[in-house]
C-alpha cells in the first residue's frame, strides 16, 4: 500500500462538550472492513442518572504507549507516524496485559476473536489522505481530523491538550482533547 499521502499534520480532536450521543462515530467505525464490523470506538454515558452528557472513548495513540510496552510477544506496534495499531492476528496470544495496562481503557479483548483491538484511527484511510471514518459523520464536530491551525480558528475559545497525569506518571499523546481556552494544559486524571 503506497503511504505517501500521510499529511503528518494533521492531528485527531476530541470535543467532549459537542458530543450529543448520537453514536454516528460507533456505526461508522463498525462499517469498516478492518474492523470486522466491531466498533473500534465507544460513546459512554457520564452519569446516566442524572444528565445526558456523553463522552468519546478512542486510543489515544500515545508517544510512548504502555499497551506495546507489555505485550509479552510484542503484538502491538506504533509506526513512524505515531500510530499505534492494534494487535497483529499472528503474534496476539489474547492475555490482555494491554487492557490492564492502559491509563485511557481503550484496548478491548474481543473474545470471539481471542485478539485485543483498538482505533488505529482509520490507518488504512489517513494513511491515503483521506480522514478517519468517525470524524466524517460526526454531526456536532465533536470528533475533528485536521490540522491546529484549523482547529483553532474554528474554536477560538478552545485549546487543544495532548498531555495527561496519571498519578506521577505523564503520557502524551497523538489524540487531542479540547479544553476551554485558559483552563489546565495538562489534564489530571
Do not use: W
Not at 505515531?82 to 495496562?101: F, L
Not at 485511557?104 to 485478539?115: A, Q, R, T, W
Not at 456536532?140 to 497525569?165: C, D, H, K, W
Amino acid at each position: 500500500m503506497n503511504y505517501t499521502n500521510f499529511n503528518k499534520n494533521e492531528e485527531f480532536f476530541v470535543d467532549m462538550q459537542r458530543c450529543i450521543g448520537c453514536k454516528a462515530c460507533e456505526m461508522a467505525c463498525a462499517e469498516c472492513e478492518t474492523n470486522g464490523q466491531e466498533s473500534m470506538i465507544h460513546v459512554n454515558y457520564v452519569d446516566r442518572a442524572s444528565t445526558v452528557q456523553t463522552t468519546v472513548q478512542v486510543c489515544m495513540h500515545c508517544d510512548d504507549p504502555v499497551c506495546a510496552n507489555v505485550c509479552p510477544a510484542d503484538a502491538i506496534s506504533k509506526d513512524e507516524f505515531g500510530i499505534v495499531h492494534t494487535a497483529n492476528t499472528e503474534r496476539c496470544i489474547g492475555c490482555s496485559n494491554c487492557v490492564m495496562a492502559c491509563p485511557f481503557g481503550v484496548p478491548k479483548k474481543e473474545e470471539s476473536y481471542d485478539l485485543m483491538m483498538k482505533c488505529t484511527m482509520c490507518y488504512d484511510r489517513t494513511s491515503v489522505g483521506k480522514k478517519p471514518m468517525c470524524a466524517t459523520v460526526c454531526p456536532s464536530g465533536a470528533l475533528f481530523y485536521g490540522t491546529r491551525e484549523e482547529i483553532q480558528e474554528m474554536r477560538p475559545n478552545s485549546s487543544p491538550v495532548n498531555t495527561f497525569l496519571f498519578g506521577q506518571e505523564v503520557v502524551n499523546t497523538k489524540v487531542n482533547i479540547m479544553m476551554p481556552k485558559g483552563s489546565n494544559e495538562l489534564i489530571i486524571y
